[in-house]
């Protein structure tokens, strides 16, 4: 738990700053974004359309 | 399942122009990934930072679609204790929700990310992106990834997840070598006592209201 910031003393304020230092030395490994766009598992679902919007088959022989 | 904690909201500090300031992550409604949907690429000279600009407007863009679909099937949460009713309800459900970071000082969201709790009560990240405004450093602020993933901890601990994993990219897979401490492939998998350390990190951290 931390207090709010203005109310930390200069002492606090720098050892806050050194563990954000600390957390922040693997900041050139993140581009911005996790995760993979062309995942399999996030594929899209289907296209939907009604049935009343469907068209009536063509007879085929 | 154990009882979730209201663990979120969460406010804590991450660096923002070389100094220490607040920053809040919450889960997010319907308005929130909507408007993460309005997001520009800022106009850049740099290639690679215009790059990664236009990279986390297209993960955030994708996750929009995908919370859509969810939110249209009734399997989206926008609270903790909605996710928690939800999976009480259908234990083997697949639920969505997606963490959003605020703060008083940005005017829009810092970054997001959209999570799902399969079946067997894992939690798998499908989308974690920072504003293209922030990865492009044109707002200079730091640890928006880092804290979005001990977030998603945070959530998995409060509701007893044994699991926290998604796929790693070329780009990503670092990322997760360098905080987890170990190689990384293809897949990252957090089990519980690696959730339980990237939780209790970030709840350390939480400011007093």
Redesign the interface.
Known sequence: ?????HLLTPAE?AK??K???K??E??K?????????N?F??A??LPHRDASSRKPAKATI | MPKAKSVIPITFAVIHDDEPADVTVSLAGNADVTSSTRWRVPTLDDEAMRSRAADAREYALLAAKRWRHYRDTNCAAHSLDELRQMIAHNPKGEFCFHLKVTADWFPASLGGAMVRRTWCHHLMIDFLFAHPQVCSRVVNVKTIGLNLLRAICLVGDALGCKRVWGEATQDSAPFYSYYLGRTVEDMFVMERTAIRVFARALDSMRRTS
């Open positions: 738990m931390r207090k709010s910031l304020k806050l700053m563990q954000l230092r957390d922040a693997g900041e490994f993140f581009s911005g974004v996790l995760g993979n766009k995942s598992f996030i899209k679902p």
